[in-house]
């Protein structure tokens, strides 16, 4: 994907809340290339996040706040896929907002279950909720994370089998390309 390519974010808006949220900034060849620049663009994602994150709709109009909780996620998701020491920073931070929107089981009228907060503020809840994604990821046990290794991606993913090594099918098929098109270069260079 490039800094000109206006994504199809329901096409990898997929993965744990934490791994979505940190993966509306992509690297390119250019650089980082944020996708949550406006406030419209941050409505554009709620709007696909809506019913798979609790609370996403209190993150409208706090795109600062957003891109704030979305560089301590990054921080501490890259770090794990790449089997570095977690940061200290972000794993505190995110201890903190899990614990300031504890979380406990309800029972409806009906019979279905529901979660309940703590927290006062919906937002609280929302950060919460990422917190808590990017804890559970990171934890002993909490599963595989990788990053993308196709040509101008680097995006987080949680693989679906043990030798996927894309975000995509779309992701594949550019890598495969760029290797081919490296093999041919090489050869005709001999």
């Known amino acids: 994907m490039t800094a000109a390519t206006t994504p199809d974010w329901r ?22 290339v944020d996708l949550l620049t406006t406030d419209e663009e941050l409505a554009d994602w709620i709007a696909i996040e809506r019913g798979r994150i609790d609370a996403v709709e209190s993150a409208r109009s706090r795109l600062a706040e957003v891109r704030d909780l979305r560089s301590e996620v990054r921080g501490l998701l890259y770090a794990h896929a790449e089997s570095r020491p977690l940061p200290v920073a972000p794993r505190r931070r995110l201890n903190g907002l899990s614990e300031a ?35 559970k990821i990171c934890s002993a046990g909490g599963g595989s994370l990788s990053v993308c290794r196709a040509p101008s991606c680097g995006m987080l993913y949680v693989p679906g089998h043990p030798r996927q090594r894309w975000c995509s099918s779309e992701c594949g098929n550019r890598a495969r390309v760029a290797r081919h098109a490296e093999r041919r270069r090489r050869a005709a260079a001999h």
């Open 11 to 32: 096409a990898w808006l997929t993965f744990p809340p934490a791994v979505d949220l940190s993966n509306t900034m992509i690297d390119s060849p250019d650089g980082p």
């Open 101 to 135: 929107a504890a979380s406990f089981p309800m029972l409806r009228p009906s019979g279905k279950l529901e979660v309940g907060y703590t927290a006062a503020d919906r937002f609280e809840v929302f950060a919460g909720v990422i917190a808590r994604s990017a804890i």
